[in-house]
């Protein structure tokens, strides 16, 4: 499989950040410096359910927890799917990383002071 990486944009913040096919879009989010909304990072707890607006994700597990219709209205599990294209997701709660370098940003203003939110302790990113 070719492992050049896929855009990801997280709206409505405008932020991007890159994830490559064979890594979740949860963890290439923190290393990022982005974190989204997460718990179990297993597929089960539907904490990090996610509206995708545009994109292919691939499950790297069977079942992810998800109905068909869920599915069908976009919605995803970014600590299980991994992508198959560039990825657009609609992730309002989704919050910057304190001590991590900041994402890209396309078109849009840089996310709030870090310094200022939560603290995400479980990921640290060293530059
Ligand atoms: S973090 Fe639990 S399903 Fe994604």
Redesign the pocket.
Known sequence: MDDTPFRVTVLPQGWTFDAAPDQTL?LAGLAAGIRLP????????????TQMQAGEVHYRIEWP?LSLEEKQDGWI????AQPRCNITLQAPAATPIVNAPRPAVLHAPRPPDPMATDRDDDVRIST
């Open positions: 949860l997460h718990s179990c990072r297993n597929g089960t707890c539907r904490a990090c359910m927890g599990l970014p600590c299980v």
